[in-house]
């Protein structure tokens, strides 16, 4: 064991120690390039390069499986090492599970003709950091992360749905593939939160407090979140959909209320988390009161995607790369707050003023996409440098 340790601080390569570095930093600059292209796509009238794909078919496909799915390899990647205690892929390794999600990038952005081989690569990717996942996982017997694995494996099903589609195999394929995954990604956040949003706060507010968090809302939002998922997904049943969304913002309003605490707003990095919530439990009532009030479904689905999806991501990584660099994750570089409130601010341009301002809806989206270009480049100058350095305390990972 020694010796390996000592074989792994050899490295000289930093951005390839732990999964959180590459993987943040391609996210990063992904994100950055697509919302750009798409930018260009919706509010400039470029053309997409691709003949069997709608413009906002393939904006979702790569917001869900290339810049999320990057994230999520880079959050698990690093937080299985903290699980189990063994280290994960690095070096060489890391590097070519990387390179399955950059070529299948490029390749689904710019070589439309070879659509089959990014497939192929996406799905490879998926599959290696479930393998890469799975084994300490396996091999310290830490069975609870087991339901983490298999949403990435039901992600890994639902990008394979999508290909089918795109093949014209399957006929909702394309449907089932893009909102399957966004749901998938909900459903891990809102797991993953569960999790660690009270206790990263009550650690993190400077003071003693502890939260609420019962234990009944855990197992009926599960039960309830199922069936909207294959209410939504599957079965398009606008009535199941609206009782099982309205009951998903009553569940999650009082892990809310029970998780709220004043001293957040002084930290980005708690008040970012919490305000993702938010936003994911708008998408709901916004979802239960569509019919009745005639709002558009993309409303409420980018309350979820940019507003809970977009910001818990940012400030998720804002933080790991924080704490997993060596630095004090409650004082934060001062442009983090910066990043986070062009991001919030672009989720509430999104969402809250096509719904008060319908009529420029376009100037609304345009705006809300600088907005999160805006926030992506400040991330990018302050952590770029961090992801790709060394530990500052001499320390591998």
Known sequence: RNMGMTKISASN????????????????AYSILAIFLWTGVFSLNYAVATDTLSAFQWHAHEMIYGYCAAVISGFILTAVKNWTGIQTVHGSQLA????????????????????????ILDLTFITAVIIAAAYPIIKSRNWRQLGILSKLALLAVFN????LGHAGILEQGLDWGIYGGLYLV??????????????????GVGYRVKLANPKWITPSGLMVFLVFFLSEVFLKNPVMTEISAAALFIIYSFRLFGWYTPG?????????LYISMVFINAGFLLLALGSFFEISKFIAVHSLAYGGVGVV????????????????????PSIVKY??????IGAVVRVFFPIVLPDQYLIWV????????????????VYAPMLIRRRVDGQFG
Request: charged letters at 10%; aromatic letters at 16%; glycine letters at 8%.
């Open 366 to 381: 345009f705006v809300s996409q600088g907005l999160w270009l805006l926030a992506f480049i400040l991330f990018l100058m």
């Open 264 to 272: 957040i707003w002084k930290k980005p990095l708690l008040w970012s």
């Open 313 to 332: 991501t940012l400030g998720m990584m804002a933080r790991v790369a924080l704490g997993h660099t060596g630095r004090n994750i409650n004082e934060p």
């Open 96 to 119: 070519f599970i990387f390179c399955l999600w950059l070529i299948a990038r490029l390749l689904f952005l710019f070589a439309p003709d070879f659509v089959i081989i990014a497939a």
């Open 339 to 344: 990043s986070l409130v062009a991001m919030v």
């Open 186 to 203: 909900i459903g891990l956040i809102l797991t993953l939160g569960g999790r660690v949003i009270p206790s990263f706060t009550e650690s």
């Open 160 to 163: 394979s749905l999508f290909y």
């Open 13 to 28: 390569i930093a951005v390839l120690n732990l999964g959180f570095r590459i993987f943040f930093l391609g996210a990063g």
